[in-house]
């Protein structure tokens, strides 16, 4: 079930990382594109399964993503977000890691 949320009430949309102070230096962005050809609840499905999001998250993620075109995804040291950013290309989806 989708909620009826504004881009504005989306935006406030938070994802909590937990990120050691030894990692503070090296963290980075996964950030999810939008396309054509995945639905909403495979997405959704993606971000819950690789990412450990909360379906609520997860939801509100893909309907960021849905209506600015991106949306980070998660942030973390680039050591951890490489193996979930090529779980999720190998998914389908269109996934990068930016520093």
């Known amino acids: 079930m989708l909620y009826d949320l504004s881009v504005e009430e989306m935006e406030e949309v938070l994802v ?13 962005h996964l950030i999810v594109y939008n396309d054509d ?3 909403f609840d495979w997405v959704i499905q993606c971000f ?4 450990g999001h909360t379906p609520e998250q997860s939801e509100q993620l893909a309907l960021i993503i849905h209506f600015k075109g991106k949306a980070t ?9 490489k193996p979930k950013k090529d779980a999720l290309v190998d ?4 996934a990068v890691i930016e520093e």
Request: proline residues 3%; negative net charge.
């Open 91 to 94: 998914r389908g989806l269109s």
């Open 73 to 81: 995804v998660k942030t973390a040291p680039k050591n951890e977000l």
């Open 48 to 51: 819950i399964e690789i990412l």
């Open 37 to 39: 050809h995945n639905t």
């Open 16 to 28: 909590e990382d937990e990120v050691s102070e030894t990692d503070i230096g090296d963290v980075a």
